[in-house]
């Protein structure tokens, strides 16, 4: 059995390095990707790219003799956008891996990010989508160290024209939308012109038509500032197809007539064969069959001279049409049959692999994409952490500041009175000015102590309560007299003062302490943070100690749900990816010092795509559900059940031997096949769907990818047989 290819692993350390950077740089802008790092040939090449192609071997010839690597670089970036315009694909693809080259050599990120955008356009012209995609995720991760705005819309741009390219055209609007947001007030009107074509093209496809209207209206205005000939066609292309469906044929023949110009202008096969198909569509709906013949011979002819399968495929099919409407018994269809015969074969197992292909690209973005936005949240996290700390700091400030005040105007009193002892007859009215004074005082620092949003308290050196505040009173359902006089061991219980003991011991031999607890009040957990100042008395003994604590709950749960969003999937409640690499990570640890049996079923449910193409993802995302619900019913409670993509699961199950271990992991594939043979119930609809299962057994292997590469490669084995079963791998 040959082996997959092997799946991308998380690159935790370098998504942690770009969080940390994207932390630092706060708000600051992106840096953006100014006129001077591109070659003037680049924009000539727009217009005039037969000259700029003639014109830059011998500027290449002495870039590289004199190692100017940046140089060389946006010369062969110009080359690119020239091999662009005149559909050179493989030129462009050979121009945009030898500027990467150069660009890294010589040090500039920009230069070697716009390089792979170009290379990965080159391949997915050529309609080699993997390859492609892995360039652009390249790119992506290169632009979190070094971020640009106008290079990550660039990068969303090729995301979105591989969507469409593929048939995904609310995937394509969705890349265009986040590449338009990533663009902000950048002016960079190619890469948003392109954009919005991409916009408008998805949604025509999707019967969005005067949205589709709207974002190619919003382009045509862009591109106008650009002399980008192909842009141009491409929009008057999406115009005509638009027009055809309202059946505006003047729109039609004008856009394609536009396009035929720029075709024989650069000498463009492509156009002249996109051209030609809008004139042959616009013949065939007028009963013209003649010109519908001659114009689909062209675009057949041009399209094959271009190399794009596909769409010759599509043309030849009306061609053939056309022609057996005219003459049902001609005898020159032979030839054309043939070729159909085998562009049908060509582009049809072209296509079986692309979608494998695309489903691995989409799920490593899906990662990243997922690891950044818990690196995002645990950033929010820590900021809401310093925000609450500086408040604590805030409040507790205020509050010694209070204290202090309070403590002053006693002591001032005190100073008063004893004045008052040596002149009582002469100061008895302000003996009693100073009463009430004392009065006010007290009754302001109480108002103080009151409104505060946290436990203040006083605890004496045998430690008994000697104030108490009004939140105190509330959290503990009782009154200031219940509190004053009664130990914090009376208080608080044996269980909750044992944990107080030792900051309460420290605290009293003059230490200021800080520590947080939790504790169950009126039926629920109460986390606190606590902080023990001590107090002196006029011979510099500690006499006490002032109890300030905050109610720090919300934080500490707040923390508890961040952390079960990082393991487990939102959607079913299962494990997720990263729970599932570190359990399997431990269960081998674990096993090199102690006999056990590993087994994985790797799970894969079948013909989920088309449930969600026939009754949309709720109905997908119904079966997705009832499908982990029944697995979590096949096994132990002590096995992890993990979801690790769209519709892929695993369960991991630890055994005393491998004999054991594969008969329960053949029990559980047999049982969960049975379940998944019951229908998932979407309304009144009954959803059908499958399973198919690969089992990997082990006693000895030492890293978590060969088991999970043999699960995969078990769970291919039982596709191929037919699917809605399970094999076995070898067992090691």
């Known amino acids: 059995m040959t082996a997959p290819s092997s799946r991308p692993r998380s690159r935790s350390a370098a998504l942690l390095i770009a969080g940390a950077l994207l932390a630092c740089v706060g708000s600051a802008a992106w840096a953006v990707v100014s006129e001077a790092e591109r070659h003037p040939l680049e924009a000539e090449a727009l217009a005039e790219p037969e000259q700029v192609l003639a014109k830059l071997p011998p500027l290449i010839a002495d870039a590289e003799s004199r190692g100017a690597k940046r140089e060389l670089a946006l010369l062969e970036l110009a080359r690119a956008n020239a091999c662009r315009v005149v559909a050179n694909w493989d030129c462009q693809r050979d121009a945009g891996r030898a500027a990467q080259m150069a660009a890294d050599e010589s040090g500039e990120p920009f230069l070697a990010i716009r390089a792979l955008i170009a290379e990965s356009r080159g391949l997915m012209a050529k309609q080699q989508y993997s390859p492609g995609g892995q360039l652009l995720a390249e790119a992506e991760r290169r632009l979190r160290r070094t971020p640009s705005p106008a290079l990550m819309a660039d990068v969303q741009l090729g995301y979105s024209s591989m969507s469409n390219s593929l048939g995904r055209h609310e ?251 040596t002149r009582l007859s002469r100061a008895y009215e302000r003996a009693q000015q100073s009463e009430a004074a004392l009065a006010a005082s007290q009754q302001r620092l109480r108002a103080i102590t009151d409104n505060i949003p946290a436990i203040v308290s006083h605890v004496d050196r045998n430690e008994r309560y000697t104030f108490s505040n009004a939140y105190m009173h509330r959290l503990f359902g009782t009154n200031e007299s219940n509190i004053v006089g009664r130990s914090v ?85 299962v494990a997720n990816r990263r729970h599932f690499e570190e359990r399997l990570a431990l269960a081998i640890a674990r096993g090199r010092h102690q006999p056990v049996a590993l087994a994985v079923l790797y799970l894969d449910i079948d013909f989920l795509k088309p449930i969600n193409d026939r009754y949309g993802h709720a109905a997908g995302d119904l079966v997705i559900r009832s499908f982990a619900e029944r697995v979590v019913g096949c096994v132990r409670d002590a096995d992890l059940v993990a979801r690790i993509g769209g519709d892929e699961f695993v369960v991991l199950s630890e055994h005393v031997d491998a004999e054991e271990a594969n008969e329960a992991a053949e029990h559980t594939a047999r049982a969960v096949i049975a379940l998944m043979s019951e229908p998932v119930m979407f309304g009144e609809i009954a959803l059908r769907s499958g399973v198919s299962i690969g089992i990997a057994v082990t006693q000895s292997v030492q890293q978590a990818d060969t088991l999970i590469a043999e699960a995969d490669r078990a769970l291919y084995a039982a596709k191929a047989a037919g699917r809605n079963t399970w094999r076995r791998a070898d067992a090691h």
């Open 171 to 421: 995937l394509a609007r969705t890349y265009a939308d986040r590449g338009l947001s990533a663009l902000g007030d950048v002016s960079e009107p190619l890469v948003r012109a392109r954009l919005l074509r991409n916009r408008g093209r998805a949604e025509a496809r999707l019967g969005r038509i005067d949205e589709a209207r709207e974002s190619l209206r919003l382009a045509i205005s862009v591109a106008a500032a650009i002399k980008d000939p192909k842009l141009s066609a491409e929009l008057d292309l999406e115009l005509a197809r638009i027009a055809r469906d309202q059946g505006d044929v003047a729109t039609q023949r004008a856009s394609a007539e536009r396009v035929l110009a720029l075709a024989d202008q650069f000498g463009h096969a492509q156009l002249r064969a996109l051209g030609s198909e809008v004139l042959g569509q616009i013949a065939r709906d007028q009963q013209d069959l003649a010109g519908a013949e001659a114009a689909f011979q062209t675009a057949t002819e041009q399209f094959r001279q271009a190399g794009l399968d596909a769409e010759e495929r599509r043309v030849l099919r009306e061609l053939i049409r056309v022609k057996l409407t005219r003459q049902p018994n001609r005898g020159d269809l032979g030839p054309q049959t043939q070729r159909l015969l085998e562009l049908d074969e060509v582009v049809d197992s072209r296509d079986r692999a692309l979608i494998g292909e695309d489903v691995d690209a989409r799920l490593r973005y899906a990662e990243q994409e997922f690891e950044l936005q818990r690196l995002a949240k645990e950033t929010e996290l820590a900021g809401e952490r310093e925000k609450a700390l500086a408040a604590s700091n805030r409040l507790r400030l205020m509050l010694i500041g209070a204290v202090v005040a309070g403590l002053c105007v006693i002591g001032g009193f005190l100073y008063q009175q004893r004045r008052a002892n």
């Open 489 to 573: 061991r009376e208080m608080r219980g044996e269980a909750v003062y044992a944990t107080l003991a030792p900051n309460i011991h420290r605290a009293l031999a003059g230490e200021t302490v800080n520590f947080e607890g939790q504790a169950m009040l009126a039926g629920r957990a109460f986390h606190y943070q606590t902080s023990y100042i001590p107090e002196h008395d006029a011979n510099g003994e500690v006499c006490g100690f002032f109890a300030l604590t905050f109610d720090i709950t919300r934080l500490k749960l707040a923390e508890a749900q961040l952390e079960r969003e990082a393991r487990f999937d939102p959607l079913t409640g």
